[in-house]
């Protein structure tokens, strides 16, 4: 069965890439789920490490880092592949991403955020069998902060229910790293920057 390393919010933590680098050369795919810089700062130098990995990723942006700033980081990047609002198969296996801070933020002008009603659009092309790969929780699933609050997304969240997903990756709410939760028969793991070895068959997965 395919075994995935999944991971998110790295935010600069060079000790968390570098570990990173080493666990994949474990996995057949690697899937990156968002905010590799912090507040927009120490994208490239993140990246720069990352990109040692030579097995097939996939990543999204989070809030932290807009699109285009991470693809031009990616560039050197053979074996990364960015997605957002768009989907790729890897290793035969399909996936569709979405970064960003869905639902807006309380952040401001750093935080490279969608309303729900953006983000259903960037979501109506996810095929049913896809890994989704997602910054933002689903609403209501690992998705609690530090504080006790729900803050994932309801965009996410209907499009999980609505589909048959063999799993969902997610970061973004640090109070809920490490967390799995299982919606409509769909997984939903939010990762954080430590990884965890997911084989794709299971409702599971082995923290690193």
Do not use: Y
């Not at 795919?29 to 590799?36: R, S, T």
């Not at 997903?165 to 997610?170: E, H, N, R």
């Amino acid at each position: 069965m395919p075994s995935l390393l999944l991971f998110s919010d790295v935010h600069t933590d060079h000790a968390a890439a570098h570990a990173l680098v080493e666990k994949a050369a474990d996995v057949d795919v690697v899937v990156g789920a968002g905010d590799f810089c912090a507040m927009g700062r120490g994208l490239a130098a993140t990246i720069d490490i990352l990109r040692a990995i030579e097995t097939p990723t996939v990543v999204v942006p989070g809030n932290a880092e807009p699109l285009e700033k991470l693809r031009a980081a990616c560039a050197d990047w053979p074996a990364a592949r960015v997605l957002h609002g768009s989907g790729s198969t890897v290793q035969g296996i399909p996936f569709f991403g979405i970064g960003g801070g869905i639902p807006v933020t309380p952040f401001g002008a750093w935080s490279w955020d969608f309303t729900e009603e953006e983000a259903r659009t960037l979501l109506q092309d996810c095929p049913s069998d896809a890994v989704l790969v997602s910054h933002s929780p689903p609403q209501g699933v690992v998705d609690i902060s530090s504080r006790g609050e729900h803050l994932g997304s309801q965009a996410v969240r209907e499009t999980i229910e609505a589909k048959d997903l063999p799993l969902c990756v997610c970061g973004h709410i640090h109070g809920s790293w490490g967390k799995t939760q299982v919606l409509s028969d769909t997984p939903v793991h939010n990762a954080g920057p430590a990884g965890t070895v997911w084989d794709l068959d299971t409702v599971s997965g082995t923290p690193q």
